[in-house]
T-cell receptor, first 114, second 115 residues
């Protein structure tokens, strides 16, 4: 069965510092992986997705993620945090047997200090 | 272009009542999925519909049901509401088909509070 684990339920960084949000997946087949962001009291917005093309995926708002098969990881990074990046971030894997079904991690809350 | 739209945005129900949540997918999208997000957790898959047929069901009781209409909009129904049903209900749409790499777009959600 596929699953996603996000390491760290809460991450705090200073404005301008590197953002690193960790995601590890479990899948018996090559996965499709996604990062979504959720601002308070809102729905989910897609940041980026990996679908077996380039291993380094660039997304919106300066975020990127690198797929590492050997480490079964898909960590999200941003070189310089902005106050507006404060939100909940979710990593998800697409169920290979059922397109349209996403399996989400528990989420990581990012706080950005001035 | 309009994104995924959901209604109502907020509602309060009493235990034992029934609720219907509505969703309109992005134009051209034929697949609609429903997720439940309890406070502090990631979304959990409830249903997926494609071309008006149920294509998947998550681990939810039979009190939860859904359907998709010819215009691809969808309804989620929950009967005999329990306090534990209080959550954000998210609708998502995608092009559909068999590809699991399709991008899935989410609506703003419907906040359900059961008292």
């Amino acid at each position: 069965a596929q699953s996603v684990t996000q390491l760290g339920s809460h991450v705090s960084v200073s404005e301008g510092a590197l953002v690193l949000l960790r995601c590890n997946y479990s899948s018996s087949v090559p996965p499709y992986l996604f990062w979504y962001v959720q601002y308070p009291n809102q729905g989910l917005q897609l940041l980026l997705k990996y679908t077996s093309a380039a291993t380094l995926v660039k997304g919106i708002n300066g975020f990127e993620a690198e797929f590492k098969k050997s480490e079964t990881s898909f960590h999200l990074t941003k070189p310089s945090a902005h106050m507006s990046d404060a939100a909940e971030y979710f990593c998800a894997v697409s169920d290979q047997n059922q397109g349209g079904k996403l399996i989400f991690g528990q989420g990581t809350e990012l706080s950005v200090k001035p | 272009d309009a994104g995924v739209t959901q209604s109502p945005t907020h509602l309060i129900k009493t235990r034992g009542q029934h609720v219907t949540l509505r969703c309109s997918p992005i134009s051209g999208h034929k697949s609609v999925s429903w997720y439940q997000q309890v406070l502090g957790q990631g979304p959990q898959f409830i249903f997926q519909y494609y071309e008006k047929e149920e294509r998947g069901r998550g681990n939810f009781p039979d009190r939860f049901s859904a359907r998709q209409f010819p215009n691809y909009s969808s309804e989620l129904n929950v009967n005999a509401l329990l306090l534990g049903d209080s959550a954000l209900y998210l609708c998502a749409s995608s092009l559909g088909g068999s590809s699991s790499g399709n991008t899935i777009y989410f609506g703003e959600g419907s906040w359900l509070t059961v008292v």
